[in-house]
Structure formats: C-alpha cells, structure tokens
C-alpha cells in the first residue's frame, strides 16, 4: 500500500477486541459459508483501499445461543496489514469501518421481545423514534479526509450499467446535505474519524425508489436516526446527539418521543396502530430505543425470555401496524397485474380482493387504464405508483366514489361468504381447514402458527411412511376430530377427491362438520408460481420429510406435476374459502388466514405480541420425521449430462393469451387445432438462449456466461423483461416473436438488496454481450402441428420473417405485452 496510506493507519489505534471478531467472522465463514459470508471491494472514495462486507443468515438471528460472534447488520471491514504480515499473519489486523445496528425483532417475535420480557430487561427511558420507509444508508470515516457510503451490505460498486445503486444514491445525497449545511465532506470525514462513529440514515427519495409512504421534496433525503460507534459491541448515541448531528451536517432529522415506561409504550403503540396514523400523518411503526437492564433477572440466573444482548448495552426493539401498506401493497400488485396481463377484473387474483377498498379500487384503475394507459407508462419501474394512489383516494371522496364505497359495504357479507346464502343459516360444529395448494407455498409453517395461536389439531400427510398413506391420513383428521373443535388437514389437497375424502369422512357427524378451505388459487401464470415455490423449497433446504433440494434442482420437475395435476376448488367443494396470496410473506398470509378466522369462527383474535410469537415459532419448526422418499431425486441422466439448453423462462399464460386474441381465420383454425391435438408445446415455454450441441466458438463463451448467471444447483432469481412483438404462422408450427430483452426491475426479486445489485449487473452485462444472431431469433413456440415437425422449425419460420421472406407467413401484431422470466439451465 503506498506511503500516505499506510502512514494514516500507522497512528490508528485498532481494537483487539474488534479484530478478534473479524477473525472468528472468517473462522466461521470458512467452516460454515451458508451462516456468514462476505465479499470484498474496492472503496469508492479510495480504490486503493478494499472493504469487506459481512452478511449473516437472516433464519440464524433467531437462534439461542447466537451462532454469530456479532448480531450487527450491516458490517465492513478493513485489513490493515503491518510490517511483516507476509512472514506472521497475526500482522495483519482488522479494523471495523461501518457498523449498522444490531439486528431488532418486533413486539413478540422472539421471547426477548414479548412485553413481559421487555419490562423485566430493559430501563427507561424508551425514545420511539418514526420507521422511516426507504433503504438504510450508512456513512463513515475511510480515512481522516474521505468518506465511505454503503446501503447494508454494499458499497454500491456497479459495472456495466446506467443504473444507480442506492449507495450511489445515498453518496449524492450526502454531497447536496453538506453543501446546504456549508460543510465538506473532508470536515465530515475527520468528525466520524475522530469519534469512530458511522452515521445510520434512511435514504427516502421517491424519484429513486418508491415505497409506500410518500416524501414531500422538503422530506426527501437522508433521514439521519442513528449512530453507532464502529466497535464490536453495540453502542448508539442517545436521540438528542443525533438530532444534533443531523441539524450540524445537514440531514433531516428523524421525528422521535419518549416514553418513561414499557407499559405507556404499548399502550401508545396500541393507540396509534387503531388508525396508523402519527400526528396527521400514515407511518408504518415505531423504533423504540432502549438499553439492556444492567441487573441481573429477579431470580438470579438466566430466564428463557432475557435478550441475548450484554447488561448495559443498546438494545432496540420494533413495533409494526399492517394497515394501510398491506392494503396499499395490494393495490400497487392490482395494477401491476393489470398492466401486464390486460384490463379487465377477470386477471385480478382473487386473493387480492379480500378488502372491499381494494375492490373498488381495481374497478377504478381499470377504468384509468383504459382511459389513458400512458398515464402508467412508468408504473413497472416503480414510478408513478404513490400518485396513482392519491388520484384514487381523491376520486373516493367525490360522489361517485362515495357511491361506489357503499354499494361495496353493502355487498361485503355477500362476497365473504362466496354464496347467497348467509353465514348464520347453517350451523356446524366441528371445523377441518384445507389447503388447497401445491408444495412450496408455507402451508405447514402456517398450520403450526395456528396451533400456536389457537390450539387447534394438526396432522400432516407427509409423516405418514406407508404405502398408502391416504386412508391413514384421514383417520388421523377423523380421530383428531375427538378432541379438537378445529383440525388443520395439512397436505396439499390439490386433487378435488381429497376434498371428497375429508367430506365424505365427516358427512355423518351432527352438527354438520365445516370445511374452510386456505385456496392458493393457480391464478399466476404457472411459471410464477413455479419459481416462487422453487426458490422457497430450496431456502428450506432440508428442513422437509421428502422434498428437498439436490445438486441439479430436480425437484422442479415434482412442483411442474403438482402445477398439472392441480385441479381448481369449486365453490360447492367447502363452506368457505379463505384465498390465500402466493406472493405474501409468511407473517403477511398468517395475519390473513388470522382475520378470516376470527370471522369464521368466532374466535378471540391474538394480541400483536401473540403474532409475533406465532412467526418466531414458525422459524424455528423442523419436522418431526424425515422419511427416505426422495421426491426430487436426480435422474442418471441429469447427472452426467447436465442442461440441454438455457433459456429463458417466461411468467405468462400462453394458453390464455393467444386463446384471447382477435385472430384471422387461418389463424383460429390453427390455433383450435394445437389445442384439440394436445399439441401446445411443453408444460413451460422457454426462449432457448444456447444448447449444448451448439458450443463451437461464441456460443461456448455464452453457454459459460448463462452458467455463471444461473447456477444449477440454486434458484435463479435474477429476472429478465421482454416484449412479445408478432404471433407467426405457417401450418405447420406457430410462434412469439422476442425483442427488446432487458434486466427487469422487479424489486421483489432476489435475496438481500447486495445481491439484487451485483445480479443485476451481471444480468446487464449478459445482455450487452448477447450475440445479435441470438436476438435476432429469440422466440416462443406456442406449438406445432404435429409430432413429426420438430420445435426447431419455429426458430426458422422467424429468421425468414425477419429477414422478409414472408411469403406463407401469417402474423398478428401483439401490443403491449411484456413478461418477464429468468434463466434458467433446462433439461427437458
């Protein structure tokens, strides 16, 4: 390292403390690379100087004892490396450069967090401080003169794109605070250097990135609401000293009050999340702020329910209200749905339109959508999305919007129960809940939540190990039914005779046995559904019975023979369905399945802190057996061979969308014929990319890229965009043109927002280098005319289209349609 450098290090006095933690960080990381990873990169400030950033397994926080010799989140580290490190690596030493907060829980969420918990460990004062709705940013000293700005674990280094990381974005910010405030970032620098401080703000800026709330321009920057020293125990100012800060050096301050009580927190708490308002205005919850008691527990030795954290030390806890960002959530998926599969109420999932707001809504935004699609020409990256919402909520204080709400009121019983008749005039008595579902989408860490919260029975299929497990599975329904008013018939019920069984199995019984159905409708195009199944069975990892990862993902093909299988539930199948949304989180579906069942039922509905219990039970769930079926075996074939191809797979329903095309006669008569014969292509369309009996000079370099970009042996959730332009045929096959192919900007994609930033420059990258022969026949086969006429026949028909010999070939021009898909190594 050169002089300056290393004559600035020389003075700096490093912690043993803190380097013995970095070192356990590569102990670790090195026995265990799934608990902690890290990366290295270069500072931006200063490419001479290279930050580590450590990322610990989000599942793992909850653990007791911690396995992590740190509970920070966000860390980066420096190597300072003193004469002679070459010889005796103890001279190497470690420094902490960025240190974000330890990881908070909310009210309930692990025991250390109930209010019980919270009133025996922690010591007033309690600061609340407003959750800010963006992306953390930190900032701190490089060197005495240079600064580093870093979201959580990146430090915003992207290649080969346009595109502005958020660290990038916090970076710029920082710049036009200082200048406001007649500051430099030299003088910023030396303050965070002196005091070995990283300052912790919220990067809210609506012309970046929306969220849910909205930022006037006076609001939109970096909220400053903390700030940390960078030493390995976790220690934060005090409220008043980063209000202070935030005023010297030009952040906006972040609104707080204090509290002298746990018991005034949660009644405050309590008061504000019935509207979710704070002072007139939405907020999404509180950061409370407080310190580990520095007694020891009243009887003397540790208590199950004492935080993990040392005597004395920070310790911040959170308090979340759902409402109204679950219901403002939905409309942002409502109109993006709409927008891509077309306006009409018919493509609404109908998990989406629990509320009658919502409802409403989606009959409002397919009016605009239809009136003015330009309106939403930015809505798909994530612009627009907070003014489409306030033109609604404007419209429903009109008189028409008034109109449209109480006509909604009126006809909510109606729709909950699915049916004219009222809810009241059958009577039942025991209650069976049935998923209705493929593997994948949660339904056995919900059925334990809710034996949490409300007692009920639970059996489940797949710890049934005989051979023919379903007259066992519902005997033990039936037996169960003895001792519990409710039982959870947990398995994948996809078939309508499963349902049959568990009815005819209880249709003697007085009163009336209810069936209420948790229906994860297929109304996704199956790709979707695949993908976001595939991606959970694989973090689940072995935490199953019989379906679990391995080394070619091949238990892919078992979720394609669910998604087949599956037949659709029929409203005369159960007494009441609770649609379930697949693309939820765990905590957001157990918070529905919660509302509907102390509608249903009649139950007490669980506290926020009994919530919050019920999502730390479901993390910590293993199965009680672990059988030896194999379900997701690889064949011998995968093994040795690998992909045939990569390519991409598109989320679209091909079925739905040339069988709702306006098509000339030749083209109906086509279509009904593929269709008739059975000869719509496979289960899942792909766009093949490059094939394995095609490597010879460029297409080698491409097939090691597409290898890079979508390792076998993980989901790939880096997600692609494209524009479908022709439909094309000739009699004998038909086809969907591909252009336009880009990174999609998804910002549900991906794990963590570091990874999502680094995938999605190699996911540009790819694209750049993409051979313009590739793009010139990238294409969908929709299907062909008979068995004997190869699907390779559809690649041909478009380079002749393209190249105008167009003689023979019929088209149809396809407006509008974008899909997005991500790529994949096939085997089929």
Not at 186 to 191: D, F, R, S, W
Not at 252 to 269: D, G, N, W
Request: aromatic share 8%; with cysteine; hydrophobic share 35%.
């Amino acid at each position: 390292m050169e002089s300056d450098l290393a004559s600035t290090f020389q003075k700096l006095s490093l912690s043993s403390d803190d380097d013995a933690l970095v070192r356990d960080l590569f102990r670790i990381s090195k026995k265990s690379p799934k608990l902690i990873r890290s990366s290295e990169d270069e500072a931006p400030a200063d490419p001479r100087i290279k930050l580590r950033s450590w990322k610990m397994n989000e599942f793992k926080y909850y653990d007791i004892p911690s396995p992590f010799p740190t509970l920070a989140r966000g860390l980066f580290t420096q190597e300072i490396k003193e004469e002679g490190y070459e010889q005796d690596p103890r001279n190497v030493k470690h420094r902490i450069v960025v240190r974000g907060y330890d990881k908070f829980f909310n009210i309930g969420e692990v025991p250390w967090t109930s209010w019980a918990s919270l009133e025996q460990h922690t010591s007033p004062p309690y600061t609340l401080t407003l959750k800010s709705n963006g992306c953390i940013i930190f900032v701190a000293a490089l060197t005495p003169k240079k600064l580093v700005v870093t979201s959580k674990h990146s430090l915003g280094n992207l290649t080969g794109t346009a595109t502005e990381s958020h660290a990038m974005v916090g970076a710029r910010w920082l710049k036009k605070h200082l200048a406001d405030a007649g500051k430099t970032e030299e003088q910023l620098a030396k303050h965070l250097w002196d005091k070995n401080w990283t300052a912790v703000a919220e990067l809210c800026d609506d012309s970046f990135e929306e969220h849910v709330l909205p930022y006037s321009k006076d609001k939109t920057g970096l909220h400053l609401h903390g700030i940390n020293s960078c030493t390995k125990e976790f220690h934060t100012q005090l409220q008043p000293v980063v209000d202070a800060f935030a005023r010297e050096w030009g952040f906006i301050p972040t609104k707080s009050t204090v509290l002298p009580s746990i018991a005034e927190v949660k009644s405050f708490t309590e008061e504000i999340g019935k509207s979710g308002e704070w002072n007139g205005e939405a907020l999404e919850g509180f950061v409370v702020r407080t310190h580990v008691s520095a007694q020891p527990p009243t009887k003397g030795s540790a208590s199950a329910d004492q935080s993990p954290y040392a005597p004395g030390s920070s310790f911040f806890f959170k308090v979340k209200f759902d409402e109204p960002y679950m219901m403002y959530r939905d409309w942002r998926e409502v109109t993006k749905i709409l927008l891509s599969k077309g306006a009409v109420m018919a493509n609404v999932p109908k998990s989406k339109l629990r509320r009658k707001e919502t409802k409403v809504y989606a009959e409002w935004v397919i009016r605009e959508i239809q009136r003015d699609k330009d309106q939403f020409n930015e809505y798909q990256k994530g612009k627009g999305i907070i003014a489409t919402r306030e033109r609604f909520q404007k419209w429903l204080e009109t008189e028409e919007g008034k109109k449209r709400m109480e006509g909604a009121d009126a006809n909510a019983g109606l729709q909950q129960t699915g049916g004219d008749e009222a809810p009241e005039s059958k009577k039942f008595g025991k209650t069976i809940i049935v998923p209705v579902a493929i593997p994948g989408v949660g339904k056995t860490s919900l059925a334990v939540a809710l034996k949490f919260l409300f007692g009920f029975g639970h059996t489940q299929s797949d710890d049934i190990q005989v051979r023919k497990a379903a007259p066992v599975f519902i005997k033990n329904v039936v037996g169960l039914l003895d001792s519990h008013d409710v039982v959870i018939a947990d398995k994948n019920n996809h078939l309508r005779q499963h349902r049959t069984q568990l009815r005819d199995a209880t249709k003697t019984m007085s009163p009336s046995v209810r069936l209420v159905a948790l229906n994860w409708s297929h109304d996704l195009p199956p790709a979707t559904i695949h993908r976001l199944c595939s991606t959970r069975i694989h973090s689940r990892g072995a935490n199953h019975q019989t379906l679990r990862p391995d080394a070619t993902n091949s238990y892919e093909d078992v979720l394609w023979m669910f998604l087949n299988q599956t037949q659709e539930l029929q409203d005369d199948e159960v007494d009441d369905v609770i649609e379930m949304d697949l693309e939820e989180d765990l905590e957001s579906a157990l918070k529905r399945i919660v509302d509907r069942l102390v509608e249903i039922l009649g139950l007490e509905r669980p506290t926020t802190e009994k919530m919050g219990e019920a999502v730390s039970v479901i993390r910590g769930y293993a199965p009680s057996t672990s059988t030896t079926r194999e379900l997701g075996k690889p064949s011998a074939r995968q093994k040795a061979s690998g992909p045939r191809y990569f390519g991409l797979v598109p989320e679209v329903d091909l079925q739905k969308l040339v069988g709702g095309l306006q098509l000339p006669e030749s083209g109906k008569a086509f279509w009904e014929g593929l269709v008739k014969n059975k000869r719509l292509g496979e289960r899942s369309p792909h766009v093949t990319i490059v094939h394995s009996k095609d490597l010879e000079g460029l297409n080698g370099e491409l097939w090691n890229r597409c290898l890079a970009l979508a390792p076998l042996n993980a989901p790939n959730t880096t997600l692609f965009s494209f524009r479908l332009g022709h439909l094309l045929w000739d009699g004998k096959v038909m086809a969907i043109t591909i252009t336009d192919l880009a990174v999609s900007t998804d910002e549900d994609v991906g794990d963590g927002e570091a990874e999502r930033e680094k995938a999605k420059a190699a996911a540009v990258e790819f694209v750049v280098k993409l051979p313009e022969e590739i793009k010139q026949h990238l294409h969908l086969t929709v299907g062909t005319r008979e068995k004997a006429i190869a699907p390779y026949e559809a690649r041909l028909l478009v380079g002749r289209w393209r190249n105008g010999k167009k003689q023979g070939i019929n088209e149809v021009e396809l407006k509008d349609m974008w899909v997005k898909g991500a790529l994949k190594g096939l085997f089929q």
